[in-house]
């Protein structure tokens, strides 16, 4: 029997395209391409909207527990990838992994497996990255942080963060996909957001910006900058979100017309650190 070739539209949640999955099989059909709502429609094929239904997304996420246990996050991982039309390539993997079994796993130049892996890898390097170059900003009360991911990557954080200011409300927005991790009294959640915009920092909050800036400068020795070194460790791409290269209109607080007005805590002036100590300190005690 000939598989009949259609185009599927779905929510755009990993659900939904276990759904599309699940349709293709049941249903004899061969997408040509699996589209989320409001993506350009290409006119060759029928369009049909697959509904999501939690029942026939677990029956397919067992069937991958049945080839090997950790196929199902792996494929996971791939869905919150930036990859380009990540949904047929994993659709083909898909099919391929039914046909060929787990042997398929172990081939990792194969030509559906390899860009899955390559994606993945990417995926778990921007999220080790902004681990450590996510910068919070306290707003009455409630930590907040911006972000410009390629890979939708709050899923990878989430446990993170939720471990590590687990006494904490706070909140993580992504600018890319427009979507907030929301954390408070033990509890987060992942929602849209489509309109947001940081509220500007108070007086308490510009002066602690300004000290975190210069730290940031002071600890710098001038004679050893390497532009090149610094953007291989902190690459570009992540400056626009962290206060070390802020504008100088984020340091403003609120109530406040100019920076001059904000001086930070006990802080003097920026001074290079020395290229060598100036002096031998004493040994520590036995």
């Not at 999501?52 to 991982?77: E, M, N, Q």
Request: proline share 7%; aromatic share 12%; with cysteine.
């Amino acid at each position: 029997m000939a598989w009949r070739e259609i185009i599927y539209e779905y929510d755009g949640s990993f659900d939904g395209f276990l759904c599309c999955i699940y349709e293709s099989y049941t249903q004899k059909e061969r997408p040509t391409a699996i589209l989320c709502d409001g993506d350009d429609e290409p006119g060759l094929f029928e369009i049909r909207a697959v509904l999501t239904d939690r029942a026939h997304a677990k029956r397919v996420y067992r069937s991958f527990f049945k080839i090997s246990p950790d196929v199902g996050s792996f494929l996971r991982r791939v869905f919150l990838t930036c990859m380009d039309d990540k949904e047929m390539a994993m659709y083909r993997f898909i099919v391929k992994l039914y046909r060929d079994g787990a042997p398929l796993l172990t081939r990792l130049s194969d030509e559906t497996y390899h860009p899955l892996l390559r994606a993945v890898r990417q995926l778990s390097g921007e999220a080790e990255a902004l681990r450590g170059f996510i910068r919070f900003s306290e707003l009455s009360g409630v930590l907040g942080a911006e972000i410009e991911p390629k890979n939708r990557i709050l899923p990878m954080l989430r446990k993170h963060f939720c471990d590590r200011y687990h006494n904490e409300s706070f909140f993580i927005y992504d600018r890319t996909h427009r979507e907030a991790l929301l954390y408070a009294n033990g509890v987060s959640r992942i929602v849209p957001l489509a309109q947001f915009e940081m509220a500007p920092p108070d007086e308490h909050e510009a002066n602690y910006r300004r000290l975190w800036r210069r730290f940031y400068d002071t600890i710098a020795i001038r004679e050893r900058e390497n532009h090149k070194l610094r953007m291989t460790h902190m690459p570009k791409r992540y400056w626009n979100t962290m206060t070390e290269f802020q504008k100088e209109d984020d340091f403003i607080p609120r109530s406040q017309g100019s920076v001059e007005a904000a001086p930070a805590p006990c802080v003097p002036a920026a001074t290079p650190a020395p290229e060598k100590p100036t002096g031998c300190a004493p040994s520590a005690p036995a």
